[in-house]
Nanobody
């Protein structure tokens, strides 16, 4: 089970930190990722963290603004987002899969319910 938290409404330029807590399995042998979906748009990858803890960002526009990290002891993945813009408004969902990170949403078997981020 994956449970996200930390979403909310902020003004442009603001910051948020999302959390994704896992229960029932260990992050030590899994890849976990963030996806987001804005109204009327397809789900897109935001960032992933491999079992080794190495983060990968899917879009160049997110680098420098988003920082993804993993605390294996707490079984929690964090997404620190800064300088948020209206185009960042979306439902953010974490997902996990055993082994190596996947290339897209279809590669992930476990999903949380999501947390809404709204930037005005």
């Amino acid at each position: 089970q994956l449970v996200e938290s930390g979403g909310g409404s902020v003004q442009a330029g603001g910051t948020l930190r999302l959390s994704c807590v896992a229960s029932g399995y260990s992050y030590s042998d899994a890849c976990v990722a963030w996806f987001r979906q804005a109204p009327g748009k397809e789900r897109e990858g935001v960032a992933s963290v491999s079992a080794s803890g190495r983060p990968t960002y899917y879009a160049d526009s997110l680098k420098g603004r988003y920082t993804n990290s993993l605390d294996k002891r707490k079984r929690t993945m964090y997404l620190q987002m800064s300088n948020l813009q209206p185009e960042d408004t979306a439902m953010y969902t974490c997902a996990a899969r055993l082994g190596l990170c996947g290339s897209g949403p279809h590669d992930y078997a476990y999903w949380g319910q999501g947390t809404q981020v709204t930037v005005s």
